[in-house]
């Protein structure tokens, strides 16, 4: 066991503001679906970004 093991990690992805078009409204859904409000609001605010 080492100093690895007890560290988190994190990855970040980039997003087209076409493919977050795509991906968006689905996302909404989803975190509606699964109660998760300040995910399905996140996904709306960028999805409202895209589309001013």
Do not use: C
Request: net charge negative; no cysteine; glycine share 6%.
């Amino acid at each position: 066991m080492g100093v690895l093991d007890f560290m988190k990690r994190s990855g970040f992805a980039y997003v087209t503001d076409e493919g977050a078009a795509a991906i968006a409204p689905v996302a909404v859904t989803l975190a509606e679906y699964e109660d998760f409000p300040a995910h399905a609001a996140a996904a709306q605010y960028v999805l409202d970004r895209i589309n001013r």
